[in-house]
């Protein structure tokens, strides 16, 4: 009986499975781990930088825990080629940063925040810029309706039916802010690797 090989580099899934078990522990750390973890601009401020990551892992409860989870596995089923090793792992850091960096420089109105969606935002951007670059056929369609996706939540709001799932309120600039955290990786990336041809 003969086994069989996956096409699937061993490293295209180590980054969301890593994600998806820290999002898990943090979500069974119930409410002690999402206070603790929480983004606080105070705390922050006052030096608990680790509220700068964590925020990112801890969720309202177990609702936005699986939105978010399955928000990830769209993500990656739909961009794993894109966003595997450390191109994954640079749009990350670079999602957080900006969504981190948002909200210290222009929401001080923010008092805390939870939730990892900002960063699903950068990691989709970073993933349709590569897709475009491959020119695989639904790239621009995907980025069309991520761009008027934004749009409608800076105009409008959040999507309908998207708080309520969540079980909480939507920090639409959230995902302003990792969009272009995300798509500025995604750019410097392609720049990079234009640069080596």
């Not at 420089?105 to 993933?127: C, K, M, R, T």
């Not at 105009?155 to 955290?181: C, D, F, Q, R, S």
Request: glycine fraction near 12%; hydrophobic fraction near 55%; charge should be neutral.
């Amino acid at each position: 009986m003969r086994t069989r090989r996956f096409d699937i580099a061993p490293d295209a899934s180590i980054l969301p499975i890593t994600i998806a078990a820290l999002i898990l522990l943090a979500a069974i750390g119930g409410d002690t781990v999402r206070l603790a973890g929480r983004y606080e601009r105070e705390a922050v401020l006052d030096g608990e930088l680790w509220r700068l990551v964590t925020g990112h892992l801890v969720h309202l409860g177990w609702s936005h825990t699986v939105l978010n989870l399955a928000g990830l596995a769209l993500v990656w089923a739909l961009f794993a080629s894109a966003l595997r090793g450390m191109h994954g792992l640079w749009v990350l850091i670079a999602s957080i940063a900006a969504i981190d960096a948002g909200f210290l420089i222009n929401e001080p109105q923010l008092d805390w925040y939870v939730g990892f969606s900002g960063v699903l935002h950068g990691l989709f951007a970073a993933g349709v810029i590569a897709s475009i670059r491959a020119r695989e056929p639904e790239a621009w369609l995907l980025g069309a309706l991520f761009v008027v996706k934004l749009g409608w939540e800076q105009l409008i709001g959040p999507v309908p039916l998207t708080a309520k799932m969540a079980g909480g309120a939507v920090i639409e600039n959230a995902h302003l802010y990792g969009a272009l955290g995300g798509a500025c990786a995604g750019l410097l990336a392609l720049r990079l690797r234009s640069a080596r041809l």
